[in-house]
């Protein structure tokens, strides 16, 4: 499964005190460790295939010597205590209610209360009643608490099952809490799914049961790490009786995301072979069999994650098949995609997402990374469109269909996070009481958005550029972010730690690269597969930019990205290391030729490619990070974050970059490395693994762009 984690989410103080001279740092020596692979005819040198291994005695003491020099560096800035402490404030000073989902008359959401670890599960019985936690990870765990996953209220908000996972293992176990008591029953499922399968769960209408994601038992007792089925649980029964449903036979790379009719009479199974494809939808009504309604042909969905809802007993689905940016079918009983009734059809906008309100439906919209909403009846008759402030993102619905208010999710750079009712007779957004507390004055921050030409002259790739009041010109420490991948839509975020870095003169910019899906499934296909470097293209084009308009220059300029944008970084550091005075690079793949071997490796194929094909694996050893570093470039300098429990990117990818980059670089730039222990892909960290991460990460990137 894929992970993003925007710029915005990466950026927090550092220009505190000046940066220090780096020192020319001795690296430790790498374990030697050469391999040599044939693919097709073709020998492919690995010289530190060792490193793959976290077992090996050799390679767990070179990742803790590395760890330990980067912290020694970075921890030694003299800005690092100021930065911390700065970070912690601002992380502090803004709480925040999050996830909000309404079931009946129950409000439930994720609490953030700083100094807590981690954000608790709560209620209200309304928007104006009193809070309730029903689940406190601090308050209910003896050791390192965990973190909640995923949230499931049943219909009504009797019962709500919830997830939880430690480390950053995204191993999901589900527990049930009986709302009105606040009693946690004693149905607790281990291995429901999590990290390359993600946990699907949809109630039974009667909220006596639900059917569910869970992975199947090897023979030795262990739980494997694909071919994810669906079972049924009945409230009170032994999880080890819960009976198969569906799913035995579709692709070990299956992928959920279950969708339930209000009254359960329905229930949909939409399922995707892989990550960043179109899927399936499977759809059983009453006591029959799940019927297939939809090949991937339709264009359905971006992996298991789409987008649909139930309008009464019709399927409505965003449709991409034959438009790029999608139209909406209801899918009636009886019918199949291929007959359903176009509710919206295609437009110039990109349809994100759609949600059942009272009376009809409505969608989000998405024009190159701006958001928009509309509204229609029941046949698709359009209502309205709700007006949205430019370079704002609105994309969540947290609505009980059968109730008789619309609540939608709403932020932007400088708006916290809040979730607003729409009100039908002003056509308007009204703020309600859940949302993120700012911690600072934003008034004085600069948004901008402009459309850059791409290197290829095809397209213009929009970037959005956040500054403060006393940014200065070429010497502006600027922090470019992309992701690029997936066909993800990157969208302005609230971050109230980004604060620190713009009122001291920093800028931030995000750039809608292609890869994504800013402007719809055709803007994913233009860097998907063989095309995958156009990422890479245009971000050079939105970094040159930068350093014409005033932002920026090469000197000063800084690339951060996580995941898939990990593997931008990679892309960016080995075919234009000139551009950029330093790149962070969280989480990333950078040996596009083994990863497949690695258990969510597979679920990416469909994005990367898999080199079991000769003519995937000449454009993918192109591609590849780790093959194209090259012996006496100047590369910039370069941090690289990796956690030990990473189930969704192999940490080797990480050491085995930093080894290559440490060997072959001929600049002074430092080349680091920190691995860390009792985390993963990022997802369930704490507020103190936070906390640490950003302070050094931004007290690197003082170190280098300050200059």
């Not at 550092?14 to 030697?32: E, I, Q």
């Not at 959401?109 to 209200?124: D, F, N």
């Not at 104006?128 to 009504?156: C, H, K, M, Q, W």
């Not at 003519?615 to 591609?623: G, H, I, N, R, T």
């Amino acid at each position: 499964m894929p992970f993003q984690r925007p710029l915005v989410a990466l950026l927090a103080s550092a220009l505190l005190l000046g940066a220090a001279a780096p020192p020319r740092l001795v690296y430790p020596p790498a374990p030697p460790s050469p391999a040599t692979d044939t693919y097709f005819g073709t020998q492919v040198a690995d010289p530190y295939r060792g490193l793959e291994n976290p077992n090996d005695p050799k390679t767990r003491a070179w990742a803790q010597a590395e760890s330990d020099l980067a912290r020694r560096f970075i921890h030694g800035q003299p800005a690092y205590a100021l930065i911390r402490a700065r970070v912690e404030a601002l992380e502090h000073g803004s709480p925040s209610r999050s996830g909000l989902q309404i079931a009946g008359r129950h409000w439930f959401y994720l609490r953030r209360t700083p100094p807590a670890p981690q954000p608790a599960l709560a209620v209200r019985d309304g928007e104006g009643a009193p809070e309730r936690v029903l689940y406190d990870p601090a308050a209910s765990a003896t050791g390192t608490p965990p973190a909640i996953g995923s949230v499931y209220p049943s219909p009504n908000g009797t019962y709500v099952a919830f997830t939880t996972q430690q480390g950053g293992s995204e191993d999901e176990t589900l527990h049930v809490i009986e709302v009105g008591s606040g009693t946690t029953l004693a149905d607790t499922l281990a291995h429901v799914g999590g990290g390359t399968t993600p946990v699907a769960l949809a109630w039974d209408g009667n909220e006596k049961g639900f059917t569910h994601t869970a992975l199947p038992r090897n023979a030795d007792g262990t739980y494997a790490k694909d071919g994810i089925v669906l079972v049924h649980h009945a409230l009170g029964s032994d999880p080890a009786s819960d009976a198969y449903v569906f799913g035995r036979g579709l692709s070990p790379k299956a992928e959920y995301h279950l969708l339930a009719s209000r009254d359960g009479s329905a229930l949909a199974a939409i399922v995707a072979e892989g990550d960043g494809v179109a899927a399936s939808v499977y759809l059983r009504r009453g006591a029959g069999a799940f019927e297939q309604v939809a090949t991937p042909a339709a264009g359905i969905g971006n992996s298991a994650d789409a987008k649909a809802a139930f309008v009464g007993n019709v399927l409505a689905v965003i449709a991409k098949g034959k438009t790029p940016r999608g139209a909406v079918l209801g899918i009636g009983p009886g019918q199949t995609v291929d007959t359903a009734k176009t509710l919206v059809p295609a437009g110039d906008l990109v349809i994100d997402d759609l949600a059942a309100i009272p009376g009809g439906f409505a969608t989000l919209d998405v024009d190159g990374g701006d958001s928009g909403m509309r509204t229609f009846g029941a046949d698709g008759t359009p209502r309205g469109t709700v007006p949205i402030p430019p370079v704002s993102t609105i994309d969540d619905f947290a609505s009980d269909p059968s109730g008789s208010e619309v609540i939608v999710g709403y932020e932007g750079y400088t708006a916290p996070r809040r979730w607003y009712r729409y009100d039908p007779a002003r056509n308007a957004l009204v703020p309600t009481s859940i949302g993120t507390t700012s911690p600072g004055d934003f008034s004085r921050v600069r948004v901008q958005r402009v459309l850059v030409a791409s290197l290829d002259g095809g397209v213009k790739i929009p970037l959005e550029i956040v500054s403060g009041p006393n940014a200065r010109g070429a010497r502006t420490p600027t922090i470019l972010g992309a992701y690029g991948a997936y066909g993800t839509i990157t969208r302005p975020r609230f971050n109230p730690t980004a604060l620190a870095w713009l009122e001291r003169g920093g800028a931030l910019a995000e750039a809608m690269i292609r890869g994504g899906g800013e402007y719809g499934e055709q803007w994913h296909q233009a860097a998907r597969l063989a095309t995958k470097t156009v990422s890479a293209d245009d971000l050079a084009a939105c970094a040159k930019w930068l350093g014409a308009n005033g932002y920026g220059d090469a000197k000063h300029l800084g690339i951060a990205g996580g995941s898939a944008g990990g593997f931008l970084m990679g892309l960016a550091l080995t075919r234009d290391p000139q551009l950029y005075r330093a790149v962070d690079s969280a989480v990333g793949i950078y040996d596009l030729l083994r990863v497949e071997l690695t258990p969510n490796g597979a679920f990416n194929t469909p994005e990367f490619g898999t080199v079991t094909d000769p003519a995937q694996f000449a454009w993918m050893l192109k591609q590849s990070p780790y093959h194209n570093v090259r012996k006496g470039v100047a590369y910039p300098a370069v941090l690289m974050t990796t956690g030990e429990n990473d189930p969704r990117v192999d940490p080797y990818n990480s050491r085995k970059m930093i080894a290559l980059l440490q060997a072959d670089s001929s600049s002074p730039h430092l080349i680091l490395l920190l691995q860390k222990s009792g985390q993963g892909h990022g997802i369930g960290n704490s507020l103190q693994q936070r906390v640490e991460a950003d302070a050094e990460r931004y007290a690197f990137f003082w170190s280098q762009l300050s200059s």
